[in-house]
C-alpha cells in the first residue's frame, strides 16, 4: 500500500493534521474537542500518522504525564499541502 493511500484511507487523519497544523502540540483530551471524528477513529489515525512519521508524542512532565501530540517537520509540510489543496476546493 502507497504512504498516500494509507493516509487516505484512515478516517480523519488528514483532519487531524490539519488541526494540529492550526492549533499546535494538543493534548488528546484537546484534539478530540478540536477534531471531532470520534475516540477511536483519533487512535487509529494518530497511530497511522505516527507509523508515516507525521505526528509524534511526548509526555508532560508530572503525574500524571499528559500526553501531546504535535506535527513532526514531515509532518508540517504534508500538513500545509492538505491545506493548499482545501483552499483551492
Not at 22 to 29: A, D, M, N, V
Not at 52 to 67: A, H, I, M, Q, W
Amino acid at each position: 500500500m502507497s504512504k498516500v493511500a494509507e493516509l487516505d484511507g484512515t478516517k480523519g487523519a488528514m483532519r487531524l493534521l490539519l488541526t494540529l497544523l492550526k492549533e499546535g502540540p494538543l493534548s488528546r483530551t484537546k484534539l478530540f474537542e478540536k477534531a471531532p471524528i470520534g475516540m477511536q477513529a483519533t487512535y487509529t489515525a494518530l497511530k497511522a500518522l505516527q507509523n508515516l512519521e507525521l505526528v509524534k508524542e511526548d509526555r508532560s512532565e508530572g503525574f500524571p504525564g499528559t500526553v501531546i501530540n504535535s506535527l513532526t517537520e514531515k509532518g508540517r509540510m504534508v500538513a500545509e499541502k492538505i491545506e493548499e489543496i482545501e483552499n483551492c476546493l
